[in-house]
């Protein structure tokens, strides 16, 4: 066991990747998360092969794959003509070449899985952190159920709207990104035996939408569709929808398409929010340090916004269990991970990843818990 005691501020993907990690390297590690218990919010999540390798060390690739779908390939299509613009086969031999599987899951389902990476107890929930008091001892968290704990590194984990970086570097809200994205999963039985692809994503100008499987059984669908929006007025809450507004805001596209959204039942809007590129991930000490969504939130527009939290998470423990020094430990973690995280940032607010023929293998092959660390800077 090391001595040094770390507490982890949000228990989504990053927060409970980095737990796992951190445990295995010997460190004494506590999770706090706002929420009083994980709950099956109506939302898939793409977990690409630079995920489920990572995962795979924490023992929970069977996991995952149990609980969701080994997607057999992604396809993209124009919005009116139905053409295919790009297809990519994700079989035995993809798997091979990016070193694991392409996984489809439903978000409650990832996260019954991920709390088997981390020690039982490891998780505090209804712990909403509202301040860090720090001295030059140790860190005290402050919960705004009354509790307080003291910890030697923090980690900020906590998502768009991170009260860690609002500690670091003062309050500064995310911006409405100017999209919505509609949330919605039925049981596959309501396409009524309608073949779809595992996962199609229909390209239109301004907006698309991705029908994609939730389960290896192919019974559950999910459909995100992303549309233009001139603002917001329910801060970061969704709002109920219905398949009629939904339709509406995809009218004209292809028929098949159409198909998938008739067969809707209930439907959320969500707001997406996003910020600029801010490399500010650290105090300068090392003792708290940002990950995923916290330090570097973006569209979703590549699918890899919590790809990103996964590999931050992975290197993180790897810095944390190589330098003695927590300084040194987040410079080779911001220096290792800024430059692809940027590149991931800028491929999302454009929106072209797999539209047509794509170099992948930069992306899908990268391994977090084997690639060269940077030199702290
Ligand atoms: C519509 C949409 C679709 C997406 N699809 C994909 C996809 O297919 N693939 C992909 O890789 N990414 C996708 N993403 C992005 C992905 O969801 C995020 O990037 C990812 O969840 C970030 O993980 P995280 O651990 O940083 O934060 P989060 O998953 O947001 O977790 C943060 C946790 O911190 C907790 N928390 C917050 N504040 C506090 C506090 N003060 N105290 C204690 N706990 C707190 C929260 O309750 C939460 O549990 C999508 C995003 C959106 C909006």
Not at 344 to 372: K, L, R
Request: with cysteine.
């Amino acid at each position: 066991m090391r001595q040094t005691r770390i507490a982890v501020v949000g228990a989504g993907l990053g927060g409970l990747t980095a737990a796992g990690f951190l445990q295995r390297a010997g460190f004494v590690v506590k999770v706090y998360e706002q929420a009083p218990a994980f709950s099956r919010i109506g939302a898939g999540i793409i977990l690409s092969a630079n995920v489920t390798k990572v995962l795979r060390r924490l023992g929970l690739e069977d996991g995952l794959i149990a609980a969701g779908i080994k997607s057999q390939s992604y396809v993209s299509r124009a919005w009116d003509s139905g053409e295919v613009t790009a297809e990519f086969v994700f079989d035995a031999e993809a798997e091979r070449r990016y070193g694991g599987p392409y996984v489809h899951i439903h978000r409650g389902d990832l996260h019954a899985v991920l709390e088997r990476g981390v020690v039982a107890g490891t998780i505090a929930f209804n712990h909403q952190l509202v301040d860090i008091l720090q001295s030059s001892g140790s860190l005290r968290l402050i919960f705004a159920n009354g509790a307080a704990a003291e910890a030697d590194i923090v980690v900020g984990a906590d998502g768009v709207r991170s009260k860690v970086r609002d500690c670091l570097l003062g309050p500064e809200p995310p911006q409405f990104a100017g999209f919505t994205a509609y949330r919605a999963i039925f049981p596959a039985a309501r396409l009524n035996g309608f073949w779809i692809a595992d996962c199609t994503k229909w390209w239109g100008t301004d907006r698309h939408c991705l029908p994609y499987y939730l389960t290896g059984r192919r019974d559950e669908v999910y459909a995100i569709g992303v549309v233009p929006a001139t603002g917001w007025e329910h801060g970061d809450a969704s709002i109920p929808s219905s398949r009629e507004h939904y339709l509406q805001s995809f009218a004209g596209f292809h028929a098949d398409l159409q198909r998938v959204l008739q067969a809707v039942e209930s439907v959320t809007l969500w707001p997406i929010f996003d910020r600029a590129r801010d490399d500010r991930w650290s105090a300068r000490d090392g003792r708290i340090v940002l990950i995923g969504d916290a330090c570097h939130p973006m569209r979703p527009f590549m699918a890899a916004g919590g790809a990103m939290a996964v590999e931050d998470a992975a290197i993180l423990g790897r810095c944390v269990a190589q330098f003695d020094d927590p300084a040194r430990a987040v410079r080779c973690y911001e220096a290792t991970r800024i430059p692809r995280v940027a590149k991931v940032q800028e491929i999302s607010i454009a929106n072209t990843w797999m539209h047509g023929p794509t170099e992948t293998d930069w992306f899908y092959c990268y391994d977090a818990c084997t690639a060269a660390l940077a030199a702290p800077q």
